[in-house]
Protein backbone atom coordinates (compact mmCIF):
# COMPACT_ATOMS: atom_id res chain seq x y z
CA UNK A 1 0.00 0.00 0.00
CA UNK A 2 1.11 3.19 -1.06
CA UNK A 3 1.16 5.71 2.30
CA UNK A 4 2.98 8.53 0.73
CA UNK A 5 0.69 10.85 0.95
CA UNK A 6 2.89 12.13 4.37
CA UNK A 7 6.12 12.80 4.74
CA UNK A 8 7.75 12.50 8.27
CA UNK A 9 11.00 13.63 9.19
CA UNK A 10 13.95 11.23 8.20
CA UNK A 11 14.76 9.46 11.63
CA UNK A 12 11.18 9.80 12.29
CA UNK A 13 10.29 9.31 16.22
CA UNK A 14 7.35 6.99 17.50
CA UNK A 15 5.06 10.19 17.59
CA UNK A 16 5.47 11.30 14.21
CA UNK A 17 4.73 7.92 13.06
CA UNK A 18 1.67 7.70 14.97
CA UNK A 19 0.85 11.46 13.66
CA UNK A 20 1.43 10.40 10.15
CA UNK A 21 -0.65 7.00 10.52
CA UNK A 22 -3.55 8.32 12.47
CA UNK A 23 -3.80 11.65 9.88
CA UNK A 24 -3.70 9.04 6.53
CA UNK A 25 -6.53 7.06 8.59
CA UNK A 26 -8.51 9.73 9.60
CA UNK A 27 -8.33 11.33 6.53
CA UNK A 28 -9.36 8.36 4.66
CA UNK A 29 -6.08 7.60 2.41
CA UNK A 30 -5.86 4.02 4.63
CA UNK A 31 -9.69 3.04 3.87
CA UNK A 32 -11.57 0.82 6.54
CA UNK A 33 -10.79 -2.81 6.36
CA UNK A 34 -7.04 -2.23 4.90
CA UNK A 35 -3.85 -3.78 6.25
CA UNK A 36 -1.10 -1.64 7.06
CA UNK A 37 2.58 -1.97 5.34
CA UNK A 38 4.32 -4.40 7.94
CA UNK A 39 6.79 -3.19 10.49
CA UNK A 40 10.28 -3.51 8.23
CA UNK A 41 8.33 -1.55 5.61
CA UNK A 42 7.08 0.76 7.88
CA UNK A 43 10.76 1.23 9.09
CA UNK A 44 12.09 1.91 5.62
CA UNK A 45 9.35 4.39 4.93
CA UNK A 46 9.57 6.63 8.24
CA UNK A 47 13.44 5.83 8.85
CA UNK A 48 12.22 4.87 12.32
CA UNK A 49 13.58 2.16 14.17
CA UNK A 50 11.19 -1.13 15.05
CA UNK A 51 10.74 -0.31 18.97
CA UNK A 52 9.30 3.76 17.72
CA UNK A 53 7.42 1.74 14.94
CA UNK A 54 5.21 -0.88 17.69
CA UNK A 55 4.89 1.60 20.38
CA UNK A 56 3.29 4.04 17.51
CA UNK A 57 1.33 1.05 16.39
CA UNK A 58 -0.01 0.02 19.91
CA UNK A 59 -1.20 3.66 20.68
CA UNK A 60 -3.22 3.48 16.96
CA UNK A 61 -4.60 0.24 18.25
CA UNK A 62 -5.16 2.00 21.92
CA UNK A 63 -7.30 4.73 19.90
CA UNK A 64 -9.30 1.93 18.56
CA UNK A 65 -7.86 2.99 15.03
CA UNK A 66 -6.62 -0.55 13.71
CA UNK A 67 -6.84 -3.92 15.14
CA UNK A 68 -3.96 -6.36 14.98
CA UNK A 69 -5.13 -10.37 13.50
CA UNK A 70 -2.72 -12.78 14.89
CA UNK A 71 -0.31 -14.01 12.02
CA UNK A 72 -2.62 -11.87 9.14
CA UNK A 73 -1.12 -7.68 10.37
CA UNK A 74 -2.61 -4.92 11.35
CA UNK A 75 -5.84 -3.29 9.98
CA UNK A 76 -7.62 -0.57 9.72
CA UNK A 77 -11.01 -1.01 12.28
CA UNK A 78 -14.11 -0.72 9.62
CA UNK A 79 -16.36 0.86 12.47
CA UNK A 80 -17.10 1.02 15.79
CA UNK A 81 -18.79 -2.06 17.25
CA UNK A 82 -22.27 -2.51 16.68
CA UNK A 83 -24.31 -2.93 19.71
CA UNK A 84 -27.10 -5.14 18.48
CA UNK A 85 -30.11 -5.22 20.82
CA UNK A 86 -32.05 -8.42 21.59
CA UNK A 87 -35.73 -8.12 22.23
CA UNK A 88 -38.93 -9.66 20.99
CA UNK A 89 -39.82 -7.86 18.10
CA UNK A 90 -36.78 -5.90 16.97
CA UNK A 91 -35.92 -6.35 13.26
CA UNK A 92 -32.37 -6.27 11.67
CA UNK A 93 -33.18 -3.17 9.80
CA UNK A 94 -34.64 -1.31 12.68
CA UNK A 95 -31.73 -2.36 14.73
CA UNK A 96 -29.19 -0.54 12.42
CA UNK A 97 -31.13 1.98 11.43
CA UNK A 98 -31.54 3.24 14.94
CA UNK A 99 -28.14 3.43 15.60
CA UNK A 100 -26.89 5.28 12.42
CA UNK A 101 -25.60 2.43 10.37
CA UNK A 102 -27.18 1.12 6.82
CA UNK A 103 -28.62 -2.06 7.00
CA UNK A 104 -28.39 -4.17 3.72
CA UNK A 105 -28.42 -8.01 2.80
CA UNK A 106 -29.33 -10.54 0.25
CA UNK A 107 -30.54 -14.39 0.03
CA UNK A 108 -27.26 -16.70 -0.81
CA UNK A 109 -29.38 -19.45 -1.34
CA UNK A 110 -33.00 -21.17 -0.83
CA UNK A 111 -34.06 -24.70 -1.67
CA UNK A 112 -36.22 -27.35 -0.30
CA UNK A 113 -34.89 -29.87 2.05
CA UNK A 114 -35.84 -32.37 4.54
CA UNK A 115 -36.09 -31.53 7.71
CA UNK A 116 -33.65 -32.76 10.11
CA UNK A 117 -34.77 -33.90 13.94
CA UNK A 118 -33.66 -30.29 15.24
CA UNK A 119 -35.42 -28.39 12.91
CA UNK A 120 -38.71 -30.48 12.94
CA UNK A 121 -38.63 -30.25 16.64
CA UNK A 122 -38.11 -26.57 16.50
CA UNK A 123 -41.21 -25.75 14.19
CA UNK A 124 -43.48 -28.93 15.45
CA UNK A 125 -43.12 -30.85 12.38
CA UNK A 126 -42.89 -34.69 11.60
CA UNK A 127 -39.09 -35.48 10.85
CA UNK A 128 -38.15 -35.44 7.49
CA UNK A 129 -41.18 -32.70 6.62
CA UNK A 130 -39.99 -30.24 3.66
CA UNK A 131 -38.66 -26.99 4.49
CA UNK A 132 -37.43 -24.09 2.81
CA UNK A 133 -33.65 -23.29 3.46
CA UNK A 134 -32.36 -19.93 3.18
CA UNK A 135 -29.24 -18.20 3.74
CA UNK A 136 -28.63 -15.10 4.06
CA UNK A 137 -25.96 -12.47 4.82
CA UNK A 138 -26.44 -9.21 6.61
CA UNK A 139 -23.78 -5.98 6.44
CA UNK A 140 -23.77 -3.05 8.56
CA UNK A 141 -22.58 0.08 5.85
CA UNK A 142 -20.92 -2.51 4.11
CA UNK A 143 -19.40 -4.82 6.29
CA UNK A 144 -20.57 -8.42 6.60
CA UNK A 145 -22.08 -8.68 10.45
CA UNK A 146 -24.19 -12.08 10.13
CA UNK A 147 -24.73 -15.63 8.32
CA UNK A 148 -27.82 -16.73 8.83
CA UNK A 149 -29.56 -19.82 8.24
CA UNK A 150 -33.04 -19.90 8.26
CA UNK A 151 -36.29 -23.07 8.04
CA UNK A 152 -39.42 -22.40 7.06
CA UNK A 153 -42.10 -25.32 6.57
CA UNK A 154 -42.49 -26.06 2.86
CA UNK A 155 -46.03 -26.46 3.42
CA UNK A 156 -47.18 -23.13 4.81
CA UNK A 157 -45.24 -21.29 2.83
CA UNK A 158 -45.43 -23.29 -0.64
CA UNK A 159 -43.24 -20.91 -3.36
CA UNK A 160 -41.23 -19.51 -0.69
CA UNK A 161 -37.96 -20.30 -2.17
CA UNK A 162 -38.16 -18.35 -5.24
CA UNK A 163 -39.95 -15.59 -2.93
CA UNK A 164 -36.56 -15.09 -1.55
CA UNK A 165 -35.39 -14.10 -5.22
CA UNK A 166 -37.11 -10.33 -5.01
CA UNK A 167 -34.28 -8.99 -2.36
CA UNK A 168 -36.44 -8.66 -0.18
CA UNK A 169 -36.14 -8.84 3.79
CA UNK A 170 -37.60 -11.20 5.96
CA UNK A 171 -40.68 -9.27 7.41
CA UNK A 172 -41.85 -8.78 3.40
CA UNK A 173 -41.99 -12.20 2.45
CA UNK A 174 -43.54 -13.43 5.35
CA UNK A 175 -45.95 -10.28 5.00
CA UNK A 176 -46.97 -12.15 1.54
CA UNK A 177 -47.86 -15.60 3.42
CA UNK A 178 -50.23 -13.53 5.84
CA UNK A 179 -47.27 -13.41 8.37
CA UNK A 180 -47.50 -8.99 9.38
CA UNK A 181 -45.68 -10.13 13.09
CA UNK A 182 -44.41 -12.09 14.63
CA UNK A 183 -41.72 -13.06 17.96
CA UNK A 184 -39.71 -15.07 19.11
CA UNK A 185 -40.76 -17.89 21.58
CA UNK A 186 -36.96 -19.69 21.82
CA UNK A 187 -33.63 -18.81 21.78
CA UNK A 188 -29.95 -19.78 22.69
CA UNK A 189 -26.74 -17.54 22.26
CA UNK A 190 -23.65 -19.77 22.16
CA UNK A 191 -19.66 -18.77 20.78
CA UNK A 192 -17.43 -20.58 18.73
CA UNK A 193 -14.52 -20.69 15.85
CA UNK A 194 -16.36 -20.57 12.42
CA UNK A 195 -16.20 -22.83 9.82
CA UNK A 196 -14.00 -21.67 7.17
CA UNK A 197 -16.69 -21.06 4.70
CA UNK A 198 -18.53 -19.11 7.67
CA UNK A 199 -15.25 -17.35 8.19
CA UNK A 200 -14.69 -16.44 4.33
CA UNK A 201 -18.35 -15.52 4.43
CA UNK A 202 -18.05 -12.63 7.43
CA UNK A 203 -14.54 -11.82 6.22
CA UNK A 204 -12.39 -12.78 9.25
CA UNK A 205 -9.93 -14.96 10.65
CA UNK A 206 -11.05 -18.45 11.22
CA UNK A 207 -9.25 -18.32 14.77
CA UNK A 208 -11.46 -15.16 15.37
CA UNK A 209 -14.46 -16.71 17.44
CA UNK A 210 -18.18 -15.74 16.74
CA UNK A 211 -21.27 -15.86 18.43
CA UNK A 212 -23.93 -17.98 17.30
CA UNK A 213 -28.12 -17.37 18.07
CA UNK A 214 -30.66 -19.95 17.53
CA UNK A 215 -33.79 -18.90 17.68
CA UNK A 216 -37.84 -20.11 16.82
CA UNK A 217 -40.24 -17.47 16.05
CA UNK A 218 -44.03 -17.94 15.67
CA UNK A 219 -47.03 -16.06 14.55
CA UNK A 220 -49.50 -14.35 17.35
CA UNK A 221 -51.10 -17.60 17.33
CA UNK A 222 -47.98 -19.11 18.62
CA UNK A 223 -47.80 -21.42 15.61
CA UNK A 224 -43.68 -21.80 14.73
CA UNK A 225 -43.28 -19.58 11.68
CA UNK A 226 -38.95 -20.11 11.44
CA UNK A 227 -36.69 -22.04 13.02
CA UNK A 228 -32.36 -20.05 12.10
CA UNK A 229 -28.92 -19.94 13.32
CA UNK A 230 -27.57 -17.19 13.01
CA UNK A 231 -23.33 -16.36 13.07
CA UNK A 232 -22.01 -13.47 14.28
CA UNK A 233 -18.91 -11.62 13.37
CA UNK A 234 -17.76 -11.92 17.10
CA UNK A 235 -15.17 -8.97 16.90
CA UNK A 236 -17.57 -6.64 15.12
CA UNK A 237 -21.08 -6.80 17.20
CA UNK A 238 -22.09 -7.06 20.85
CA UNK A 239 -25.22 -8.38 21.76
CA UNK A 240 -27.66 -6.85 24.19
CA UNK A 241 -30.70 -7.98 25.86
CA UNK A 242 -34.20 -6.01 27.00
CA UNK A 243 -36.38 -7.08 29.60
CA UNK A 244 -39.38 -5.09 28.89
CA UNK A 245 -41.53 -4.73 32.32
CA UNK A 246 -44.62 -5.09 30.02
CA UNK A 247 -43.45 -7.84 28.52
CA UNK A 248 -42.30 -9.93 31.60
CA UNK A 249 -40.32 -11.86 29.33
CA UNK A 250 -36.47 -11.14 27.23
CA UNK A 251 -36.88 -13.01 23.56
CA UNK A 252 -33.72 -13.31 21.40
CA UNK A 253 -34.14 -11.72 18.10
CA UNK A 254 -31.69 -11.88 14.74
Known sequence: MNIDTADPPAGAAWRDVLDALSALIRGGALSPGSRLPTEPELMVRFGAGRHSVRRALAALSAEGLVRTRQGSG?????APVLDYRLSGRTRFSENLMGQGREPSGRALGAAEEAAGDEVAAALRLPPGEPVVRVRRLNLADGVPVNLSDSFYPARRFPGMAEAWATGEGVSAVLARYGVTDYRRVASTVLTRLPAPAEARGLDQPE????????????DLAGVPVAFSETV???ERVQLSVDHPAAEGTSDVDR
Do not use: C, H, I, M
Open 74 to 78: TFVRE
Open 232 to 234: WAG
Open 207 to 218: GQPVLVVRKVDA
